[in-house]
């Protein structure tokens, strides 16, 4: 079946602009995470979604960033006035429960340069 | 200090190898383990969850040790696909999962 999908996959910003990117969850699942992966590091936390629920913000770095998924299936991450800083691969995870030990699928990510 | 804390490597064995990689965790709250592989330029992917009394898939065995807060992951008889980035993950009873860096592996012919 299909798995997570994310788009753009490569994004280009000048330093101020508004990037937007999406994630489309395997349908059905309930969770749905974002995470940045800076280069040689490993996947850092920014949100969690429940249904359409932003139970978890925590990880996000700046009040710059603002997460939605106003139906419960897909997601947008948005950056506002992007800085070279928030250059990073943009990891999508979804999962069918919502607890913390099952798997989280992954999808291929958005890398973001910031110019 | 990170939470989650990883040898980067990178590891270089020849193909048939053993090799073990170890992770601790410094937040004894922690819950549930995990390795994640992360081929070059692709997404993380579940290897395998990891139990309080170990836990062996094929080539691959994983061990906790609650006691002293590390997680370990041995890969018997390497193989060349094998070659990917191994990400120890943590997670503290909440909903983030905690990542290590990764250690990164080459298997060699």
């Known amino acids: 079946g299909a798995g997570v999908s994310q788009s753009p996959r490569y994004k280009v910003a000048k330093r101020g602009q508004d990037v937007a990117l999406r994630c489309d969850p395997i349908?059905?699942?309930?969770?749905l995470f974002w995470y940045q992966q800076a280069l040689g590091q490993g996947p850092e936390f920014l949100t969690y979604?429940?249904?359409?629920?932003?139970?978890?913000k925590s990880g996000l770095p700046s009040d710059r960033f603002f997460a939605e998924r106003p139906e419960g299936s897909v997601s947008t991450l948005k950056i506002q006035r992007t800085q070279q800083e928030d250059s990073a691969v943009y990891l999508c995870a979804s999962s069918p429960r919502t607890d913390y030990s099952y798997e989280q699928y992954f999808g291929p990510g958005t890398r973001l340069t910031v110019t | 200090r990170k939470e989650v804390e990883q040898d980067p490597g990178p590891f270089n064995v020849p193909e048939g190898a053993t090799v073990a990689f170890n992770c601790t965790y410094s937040?004894?709250?922690?819950?549930?383990f995990f390795w994640y592989r992360q081929d070059c330029r692709k997404e993380p992917k579940l290897l395998m969850s990891v139990y309080s009394s170990g836990n062996e898939d094929g080539r691959f065995t994983a061990q906790l040790n609650r006691a002293s807060q590390y997680i370990s992951l041995l890969i018997r008889d390497s193989k060349l696909s094998d070659s990917a980035t191994y990400l120890c993950?943590?997670?503290?009873?909440?909903?983030?999962?905690?990542f290590g860096a990764g250690t990164r592996l080459t298997v060699k012919p």
């Open positions: 349908s059905g699942h309930v969770s």
């Open positions: 993950v943590v997670n503290r009873g909440t909903l983030d999962m905690r």
């Open positions: 937040n004894s709250a922690s819950q549930s």
């Open positions: 979604f429940q249904n359409e629920a932003q139970l978890d």
